[in-house]
Every structure is written in C-alpha cells, then in structure tokens.
T-cell receptor, first 113, second 111 residues
Framework: SAVISQKPSRDICQRGTSLTIQCQVD?????MFWYRQQPGQSLTLIAT?????????ESGFVIDKFPISRPNLTFSTLTVSNMSPEDSSIYLC??????????FGQGTRLTVV | GENVEQHPSTLSVQEGDSAVIKCTYS??????FPWYKQELGKRPQLIID???NVGEKKDQRIAVTLNKTAKHFSLHITETQPEDSAVYFC??????????WGAGTKLIIKP
C-alpha cells in the first residue's frame, strides 16, 4: 500500500482565482493520477502525471485550466485555474502500487463562490 | 476504448442478507479488476481485487468472481452489517495501470 497526504482537505474560493492542491506519497511511484468526483458520481480522470514528462490529459480537460507539476517521484500538484462555480467538486490524487492497485489521497473538497 | 457498466445503482438489503453487485466490461484485454468502497465524505478504499488468471477470490465476508468469457465480474458480500453501507465502485484496467471506473452502487443495509 501507500500513504498519500493530500492538502488542503477543503477550501472555499472566489471565482476567477486559482487553487493548487498538493499530493505527497510516502514512497516513490511512477505514475500519479488526478481525479474529479462530483457528489454522488463516479470518478473522472483528469490527467496522468509521470515524473520528468508532461502530464497526459483526458478528453475535456486541458493544461491551461488544470496545470500539473510532477517534480519528483513522491510529489505532485494540481492547479485549478480561473475557477468558476462549475469547478466545485472533490479532487483526488491517486497512485498505483504493485502494478495495478490504486490508492487515494483523502481528497480536496473545493467550493467556488 | 474500455467501458465498464455497473448494476444496480442502488441496492437495499436486510442486515444479515447477502448483497451482489455486478459489472461488465467491454475490452477483452482487461486483466485487473478491483473493487472499492467509499464511505460518505471519505476516499475510495480498495477492498478486494482479482486478476484475469483467477476465477474467484475471497476475503472473509467479501468475494469477487470473474467470468472472462462473458466479460463480467461481481462483488459478493455475505452476512451484511450496517458498516457495509457505502458506495461501491468496480473498475477494470488494461494498460498503463489506468483504471476505468463503473458508475457506482449505493449499498444500503436495513436494520
């Protein structure tokens, strides 16, 4: 397994501003994943972040809106830029361990007002 | 690409009874099938997983079965308890460790 620390756990932000979410893992991992989860919904993959290369974004998500950093094998950040109320959601980072199993950070509950 | 369908969306069972949640997948190359439990306000937690070379796996009251021919897999929970109430997600993986997620099942255990 892996211990993943994600922060902040929640935030209330003004529209038009940006929020950076941090994810720290207690071991080195190749890939980190960023998800969005609307209340009562499944997980939607935003992007996959590999160390040393640009993140790979899923359809509907773009780098200008969700820039990602992956400076080393234990850390990543996701920024939600120029926020609008539609960006209100739970954001989760995840890592794969043992080749398959995904483990998650505790999530960031974002409310944009 | 891969698609995972999960049923039912809501399942209500009497405490002590069994619960079964089913998922189907579309890509026969998928080879890893985990199940996650997510309690309200918490992160998804891996509860059991199965690989394509195995037909069934058990862990105490929880079991998962896989039918590769039919491309479906199921989660079985026996002797359900109130703490089993949660949303359960199935997923399938076929490349780059990227999981494709089902829509989720809200399991309600009635006392």
């Amino acid at each position: 397994s892996a211990v993943i620390s994600q922060k902040p756990s929640r935030d209330i932000c003004q529209r038009g501003t940006s929020l950076t979410i941090q994810c720290q893992v207690d071991s080195q991992v190749t890939m980190m994943f960023w998800y969005r989860q609307q209340p009562g919904q499944s997980l939607t993959l935003i992007a996959t972040a590999n160390q040393g290369s640009e993140a790979t974004y899923e359809s509907g998500f773009v780098i200008d809106k969700f820039p990602i950093s992956r400076p080393n094998l234990t850390f990543s950040t996701l920024t939600v830029s120029n926020m609008s109320p539609e960006d209100s959601s739970i954001y989760l980072c995840s890592v794969e361990v043992g080749g398959d199993a995904a483990f998650f950070g505790q999530g960031t509950r974002l409310t944009v007002v | 690409g891969e698609n995972v369908e999960q049923h039912p969306s809501t399942l209500s069972v009497q405490e002590g009874d069994s619960a079964v949640i089913k998922c189907t997948y579309s890509d026969s190359a998928s080879n890893y099938f985990p199940w996650y439990k997510q309690e309200l306000g918490k992160r998804p937690q891996l509860i059991i997983d199965i690989r394509s070379n195995v037909g069934e796996k058990k862990d105490q009251r929880i079991a998962v079965t896989l039918n590769k021919t039919a491309k479906h897999f199921s989660l079985h929970i026996t002797e359900t308890q109130p703490e089993d109430s949660a949303v359960y997600f199935c997923a399938a993986s076929y490349s780059n460790y990227q999981l494709i997620w089902g829509a989720g099942t809200k399991l309600i255990i009635k006392p």
